[in-house]
């Protein structure tokens, strides 16, 4: 089964690009089979790490940025994939 991690944060003002290069910096303990990151409007930043691994595994997941860096605390999802249409 292949499981999807969606890691979303939306930084502070102004802290958009620095959001950005601290995600893309962030190792994690295990290689994913990927991992993409994402940018969006008002300073949003968007990682997905896909995983052979069930629903439930425990599984590496990126971390909490500093609370100046970012504006709420992240969004986290898991998702099974179910194949492509």
């Known amino acids: 089964m292949t499981v999807a991690l ?3 944060a ?3 003002e102004g802290r958009g690009e620095e959001l950005l290069v601290w995600a893309r910096a962030q190792e ?3 290689r ?3 991992r993409e990151t994402f940018r969006a409007a ?3 930043v968007l990682v997905i ?3 052979d691994a069930a629903h439930d ?3 590496p997941e990126l971390p909490e940025p500093a ?3 970012v504006m709420r605390a992240v969004h986290r999802w898991r998702f099974e994939s179910l194949g492509s249409d």
Request: net charge negative; charged share 30%.
């Open 32 to 34: 994913p089979l990927r």
């Open 10 to 12: 939306r930084a502070a």
């Open 6 to 8: 969606m890691w979303e």
């Open 57 to 59: 595994a425990e599984l």
């Open 28 to 30: 994690l303990p295990a």
């Open 67 to 69: 609370g100046e860096l």
């Open 42 to 44: 008002q300073d949003r």
């Open 49 to 51: 790490t896909w995983w």
